[in-house]
């Protein structure tokens, strides 16, 4: 869905956002991925005009919450009684088969089915496979706007040494060659050795980036080497 403001014909303000189902604490939301006021015409009320639509639009069709997916500028967002629900960190690698730290593949392409006990290392709740089924079916984007893989790419069974991880590869949606990667281990844990396995696996994939996210309170848990970048983003929410 996508909502504009406009002055005399030209676009001045956007909107975009999705309808869609996740466990608790979302549920029934509206998820809003971009609001934007173009530069000089802030200030004007323009997003805030936004914001109150979409606010109606999520109570219309029966949301049971509205959620800002990066929310940039919490102070915008707490006037309209947005609180922030969770902070997580997004970490990615560009993956390059010129810049291999194994000689010999670190995985085996086969099923990884979990042991008892294991845990999510890096990753969440969601994934991309599941996104797109749960869209609602008007707001779902048309099929050429997928990437040109499939959206699951590998389900891996990761040896690194005497550790072990499953993986599950999933192509984004939008980004043709980027991965996003879902990890469970014994521990919760990732070693710097398991972290250089999954650059490797994207990379002998024929994949270019690897990302995936972790919560912002486990950085002793998984502390991401110095070569992945890191960028702290925070989902804020409202009930309805």
Not at 194 to 220: E, F, H, K, P, V
């Amino acid at each position: 869905m996508t909502l504009v403001a406009e002055r005399e014909g030209a676009v001045c303000a956007e909107a975009e956002a999705y309808f869609g189902d996740e466990p608790p604490p979302l549920g029934k939301h509206l998820n809003v991925t971009v609001l934007y006021t173009r530069r000089g015409l802030r200030g004007r009320g323009l997003g805030s005009a936004l914001m109150l639509a979409l606010i109606e639009r999520a109570r219309e069709r029966g949301c049971e919450a509205l959620s800002v997916s990066n929310a940039s500028a919490p102070g915008f967002y707490s006037r309209f009684g947005l609180a922030c629900w969770r902070r997580w960190r997004e970490l990615t690698l560009r993956a390059d088969l010129r810049n291999l730290l194994y000689e010999r593949n670190p995985f085996e392409l086969a099923p990884a089915p979990l042991s008892p006990g294991w845990g999510m290392a890096l990753g969440g709740v969601g994934s991309a496979a599941r996104i797109w089924d749960r869209l609602d079916p008007d707001e779902r984007p048309p099929e050429d706007a997928r990437s040109p893989e499939t959206l699951v790419a590998a389900e891996l069974a990761v040896r690194s040494g005497r550790e072990r991880a499953r993986v599950v590869l999933e192509d984004k949606p939008f980004t043709a060659g980027a991965v996003t990667a879902y990890v469970w281990t014994p521990d919760c844990r990732l070693s710097p050795r398991m972290w250089a396995a999954l650059g490797d696996c994207a990379a002998r994939l024929d994949r270019n980036q690897i990302s995936t996210w972790a919560d912002d309170d486990r950085r002793a848990d998984v502390p991401a080497p110095a070569r992945w970048g890191e960028e702290v983003r925070e989902v804020w929410g409202l009930r309805l």
